[in-house]
């Protein structure tokens, strides 16, 4: 079970990075992806456009390695010691999404 206050926390701290990093229209982005996986994940009967849901999977995946080649590695390290609800959560949608196909 994803607690979604923790979730809401961890999207907080990775759209600070991400804006730190790559900018704020890169952080609302990432915020617009996760929210629309969120949607999804909510409501199973939107898995109908599941290129739409995997797209945005891929968009946070993206932000996520890119985050990791501009910053220090132990920063990056700290980063998903950070937000492993995000994670569990992306690892989920990828199951559901393959229980799909």
């Known amino acids: 079970m994803i607690n979604l206050e923790v979730l809401r926390l961890e ?21 617009k992806a996760i929210t629309v996986l969120v949607t999804c994940f909510l409501n199973p009967t939107t898995y109908d456009s599941l290129s739409l849901s995997l797209s945005h999977l891929q968009a946070v995946e993206q932000y ?25 959560f992306l690892e989920k949608i990828k199951f559901e999404i393959s229980k799909c196909y």
């Open 11 to 31: 999207l907080n701290y990775l759209q600070q990075v991400v804006n730190r990093t790559l900018g704020n229209m890169d952080a609302w982005k990432l915020g």
């Open 64 to 88: 996520l390695n890119q985050i990791q080649q501009e910053v220090e590695p132990c920063e990056y390290k700290r980063l998903l010691n950070n937000i492993p609800t995000i994670g569990n």
